[in-house]
Nanobody, 119 residues
Framework: QVQLVESGGGSVQAGGSLRLSCAAS?????MGWFRQAPGKAREGVATTTSAGLSSYADSVKGRFTISKDNAKNTLYLQMNSLKPEDTAMYYC????????????????WGQGTQVTVSS
């Protein structure tokens, strides 16, 4: 069983930055960030494998950076140039094998952290 605990959400004005953190209790091959806005489906934001291979949703490419500190077993999401449409609950997730941008493939989930971007 892997436990994930997110932190770092908050409110920021458009153009601002936030960094999310996700502390993991065990090893998994793949970890990722997903988000869900009210009334919308959960969508993939960025994923990374234990080998350091990362993928991003088109909507965040060039603005968000996913990284992992293996020594601390902590996943990060640096979010720059934030837009109002980035407003959502952000979730950390982990998978044991593949690393797709599809939420249904992930077994372990954190409780979520709210990100609100005002215009």
């Amino acid at each position: 069983q892997v436990q994930l605990v997110e932190s770092g959400g908050g409110s920021v004005q458009a153009g601002g930055s936030l960094r999310l953190s996700c502390a993991a209790s065990g090893y998994t091959y793949c970890m990722g960030w997903f988000r869900q806005a009210p009334g919308k489906a959960r969508e993939g934001v960025a994923t990374t494998t234990s080998a350091g291979l990362s993928s991003y949703a088109d909507s965040v490419k060039g603005r968000f950076t996913i990284s992992k500190d293996n020594a601390k077993n902590t996943l990060y999401l640096q979010m720059n140039s934030l837009k109002p449409e980035d407003t959502a609950m952000y979730y950390c997730a982990a998978a044991t094998s593949l690393c797709p941008m599809r939420a249904s493939s992930y077994v372990y989930w954190g409780q979520g952290t709210q990100v609100t971007v005002s215009s």
